[in-house]
């Protein structure tokens, strides 16, 4: 190992790996994601199973900081108004 590189903790490890886990072969992009995350939010409200395509929108949240973001607002915004 060269002297200016820094090894990976077992933590940063972890969750790398956890990562991958929650890959797919065909994953959502933001846009696509953003465009199905309301149907996603009100899924998750009712406790409603969800089809193929919003089930991914749960998979690119989990991966995707931003979108995440945008879901939480959604969600706290459609829990207020119920």
């Known amino acids: ?4 590189q820094k090894r990976l903790t077992r ?4 969750n790398i790996v956890k ?6 072969d065909r994953e959502l992009n933001c846009s696509e994601c953003l465009q199905n ?3 996603f939010a009100e899924s998750q409200l009712a406790d409603k199973p969800v089809d193929e395509v919003v089930a991914k929108v749960g998979q690119h949240l989990a991966l995707c900081p931003e979108c ?3 879901y939480l607002a ?3 915004l ?3 108004t119920r």
């Open 37 to 39: 995350v309301g149907e």
């Open 78 to 80: 459609l829990k207020d």
């Open 74 to 76: 959604l969600l706290k």
């Open 19 to 24: 990562m991958l886990g929650l890959t797919s």
């Open 11 to 14: 933590e940063q490890v972890g």
């Open 1 to 4: 190992m060269k002297p200016d």
């Open 68 to 70: 995440q973001e945008e």
